[in-house]
């Protein structure tokens, strides 16, 4: 079983559509978590960081259940500029190395 | 502030042939990160260091594949002798032990053919 799984998509919706990404983790252990977004043909570039409380930033919101072991992120009002892939990304503790999902890919359509 | 600087962006090369992809961090950081990205594949981590010292070493694919540190503001990594399957974006990152949530920041990759 991989660490970090994502739907791969394609997700299309249209402008102005709400739309919601999951992840599951399979290290309990895990300690902090992230959203990145990577655009065609760029680097990953980090998008929110994940709290246990759940946070939000603007039209993004992004939630953790440890108990399940499972992450999601909410997009609102869609924008075409959101069009990315988004990767799930969790941290074990300490200095290791962020483990990366394989991305979810978001089309957003005028 | 400049981030991680990767060079070259683009390298295109025959089989057999050494390649050195070149990293320096974003000064202040301590760790830093070499990853290979492939459509099949996703993101992988090759190796990476914290204050110069490799600690991670076992996502290197094979002996043809070294890295080396030898200061806190460069790193390089070097394919001999390069092959067809090595196609793909090498990617360096960086971050500090300081930081809280170990956030990583990316180069902007460089893209690597081998024909």
């Known amino acids: 079983r991989k660490e970090v799984e994502q739907d791969p998509g394609p997700f299309n919706v249209p402008e102005g559509a709400t739309v919601a990404f999951n992840c599951t983790y399979s290290?309990?252990?895990?300690?902090?978590f992230f959203w990145y977004r990577q655009d065609c043909r760029k680097e990953p570039k980090l998008l929110m960081s994940v709290y246990s409380s759940g946070n939000e930033d603007g039209r993004f919101t992004a939630q953790l259940n440890r108990a399940s072991q499972y992450i999601s992120l909410l997009i609102r009002d869609s924008k075409l500029s959101d069009s990315a892939t988004y990767l799930c990304?969790?941290?074990?503790?300490?200095?290791?190395?962020?483990?990366f999902g394989k991305g979810t890919r978001l089309s957003v359509i005028a | 502030d400049a981030g991680v600087i990767q060079s070259p962006r683009h390298e295109v090369t025959e089989m057999g042939q050494e390649v050195t992809l070149r990293c320096k961090p974003i000064s202040g950081h301590n760790s830093l990160f070499w990853y290979r990205q492939t459509m099949m594949r996703g993101l992988e981590l090759l190796i990476y260091?914290?204050?110069?010292?490799?600690?991670?070493d076992s996502g290197m694919p094979e002996d043809r594949f070294s890295a080396k540190m030898p200061n806190a503001s460069f790193s390089t990594l070097k394919i001999q002798p390069s092959e067809p399957r090595d196609s793909a974006v090498y990617f360096c990152a960086s971050s500090s032990l300081a930081g809280g949530q170990n956030e990583q920041y990316f180069g902007p990759g460089t893209r690597l053919t081998v024909t």
């Open positions: 290290n309990s252990a895990s300690q902090s």
């Open positions: 990304v969790v941290n074990n503790g300490g200095n290791t190395p962020l483990v």
């Open positions: 260091f914290n204050n110069n010292v490799p600690i991670d």
